[in-house]
T-cell receptor
Framework: RKEVEQDPGPFNVPEGATVAFNCTYSNSASQSFFWYRQDCRKEPKLLMS???SGNEDGRFTAQLNRASQYISLLIRDSKLSDSATYLCVVPTTGTASKLTFGTGTRLQVTL | DAGITQSPRHKVTETGTPVTLRCHQT?????MYWYRQDPGHGLRLIHY???????DKGEVSDGYSVSRSKTEDFLLTLESATSSQTSVYFC??????????FGPGTRLTVL
């Protein structure tokens, strides 16, 4: 099983919609999880960190389900500017300073 | 934005030639990383550094070498470029596993 897996999408949603992405991870000992956002032809940037059951920042909510080993990202009231690829990221198994990146889920928000 | 630059930003080279990519930071972060990003694979770690002259291999290190003689600079060298090394290369820096800051990327094409 890969360390982290994501549905590549694309998810095509209208402006104002709510959309959720899931990400599964293999290392049950992981204590921290991250969502990065990557715009087309740009570098990834940290969107949210998740250390316990979840985290919320405005329209974005990240939730962790340890029993099923997945994390989700919920985006409410989608904006055109939310169109991007969202990368699920976990610490690499057995290390303290490396991250393993998922292949990303692409979101396209339309009018 | 974190002070991290990459040079060159674009490069086209021929098979068999040596290529060196430079990552420069002004944040004095301890850790520096080189990734490559390819469709369907996401970001994959090539090499990383945890201090001056301290480096280690990532998951796709074959054909690449690195050097870090100063805190601020991390060089990635392709000793003899191959077409399979055509990719987008990202440098990243961090002080902890919590967040990595990425440079703008280098698009390398090997003909």
């Amino acid at each position: 099983r890969k360390e982290v897996e994501q549905d590549p999408g694309p998810f095509n949603v209208p402006e104002g919609a709510t959309v959720a992405f899931n990400c599964t991870y293999s290392n049950s000992a992981s204590q921290s999880f991250f969502w990065y956002r990557q715009d087309c032809r740009k570098e990834p940037k940290l969107l949210m960190s998740v250390y316990s059951s979840g985290n919320e920042d405005g329209r974005f909510t990240a939730q962790l389900n340890r029993a099923s080993q997945y994390i989700s990202l919920l985006i409410r009231d989608s904006k055109l500017s939310d169109s991007a690829t969202y990368l699920c990221v976990v610490p690499t198994t057995g290390t303290a300073s490396k991250l393993t990146f998922g292949t990303g889920t692409r979101l396209q928000v339309t009018l | 934005d974190a002070g991290i630059t990459q040079s060159p930003r674009h490069k086209v080279t021929e098979t068999g030639t040596p290529v060196t990519l430079r990552c420069h930071q002004t944040e004095n972060h301890r850790y520096m990383y080189w990734y490559r990003q390819d469709p369907g694979h996401g970001l994959r770690l090539i090499h990383y550094s945890y201090g001056v002259k301290d480096t280690d291999k990532g998951e796709v290190s074959d054909g690449y070498s690195v050097s870090r003689s100063k805190t601020e600079d991390f060089l990635l060298t392709l000793e003899s470029a191959t077409s399979s090394q055509t990719s987008v290369y990202f440098c990243a820096i961090s002080e902890s596993v919590d967040e990595q800051f990425f440079g703008p990327g280098t698009r390398l094409t090997v003909l």
